[in-house]
T-cell receptor, first 114, second 116 residues
Framework: QKEVEQNSGPLSVPEGAIASLNCTYS??????FFWYRQYSGKSPELIMS????GDKEDGRFTAQLNKASQYVSLLIRDSQPSDSATYLC??????????????FGQGTELSVKP | GAVVSQHPSWVICKSGTSVKIECRSL??????MFWYRQFPKQSLMLMAT?????????EQGVEKDKFLINHASLTLSTLTVTSAHPEDSSFYIC????????????FGQGTRLTVV
């Protein structure tokens, strides 16, 4: 059973702080990793994708990937109350790499306090 | 970015009736569409993968005769929940993937189904 694991939270950080979200995955053959943000009652929105070991930065977001440790993380700098949402880690199933099938973690609820 | 439109955004139906949900890719052709279900406070669970012109591939535990999927064109997939029951009440979300290789799938806005 291929698994993607996240701490469900809630993770609470003060406004302006760095929020750190973590994710581990079980299939060592995985090559593609994604972070989605989901507001309550809405569908997920892609915020970051990462495919290579190391860091990838996009504005206030930084995704980090360590394939040897089977670990991917998302850092949110200067957290804002509008960042309060559930963050879903997703891994593309390598068996279906061309088909795009994603396996989702259970999500981490982030709360940014003003 | 690519737009995926899902309709309706919410629906209430009586037990025993059927409900159809549409998923359209508005500005690209989608060879593959995915249907997910999400219960409150839980993550997305893939129900089935829909490929244009062929039968859908259902995940283990998903009844294909209850959740009918049709992907008759490159821009439209439909999910029909047949003989709906209260336990089918959930948030149904589709995603569509452009035909080009190594592109990501984009999500529709979701459909909140309530069966009473």
């Amino acid at each position: 059973q291929k698994e993607v694991e996240q701490n469900s939270g809630p993770l609470s950080v003060p406004e302006g702080a760095i929020a750190s979200l973590n994710c581990t995955y079980s299939d060592r053959g995985s090559q593609s990793f994604f972070w989605y943000r989901q507001y309550s009652g809405k569908s997920p929105e892609l915020i970051m994708s990462i495919y290579s070991n190391g860091d990838k930065e996009d504005g206030r977001f930084t995704a980090q990937l360590n394939k040897a440790s089977q670990y991917v993380s998302l850092l949110i700098r200067d957290s804002q109350p509008s960042d309060s949402a559930t963050y879903l880690c997703a891994v593309r199933d390598p068996f279906y790499n061309q088909g795009g099938k994603l396996i989702f973690g259970q999500g981490t609820e982030l709360s940014v306090k003003p | 970015g690519a737009v995926v439109s899902q309709h309706p955004s919410w629906v209430i139906c009586k037990s025993g009736t059927s409900v159809k949900i549409e998923c359209r890719s508005l500005d690209f052709q989608a060879t593959t569409m995915f249907w997910y279900r999400q219960f409150p406070k839980q993550s997305l669970m893939l129900m089935a993968t829909s490929n244009e012109g062929s039968k859908a591939t259902y995940e283990q535990g998903v009844e294909k005769d209850k959740f009918l999927i049709n992907h008759a064109s490159l821009t439209l997939s439909t999910l029909t929940v047949t003989s709906a029951h209260p336990e089918d009440s959930s948030f149904y979300i589709c995603s569509a993937r452009p035909a080009a290789a190594n592109t990501e799938a984009f999500f529709g806005q979701g459909t909140r189904l309530t069966v009473v």
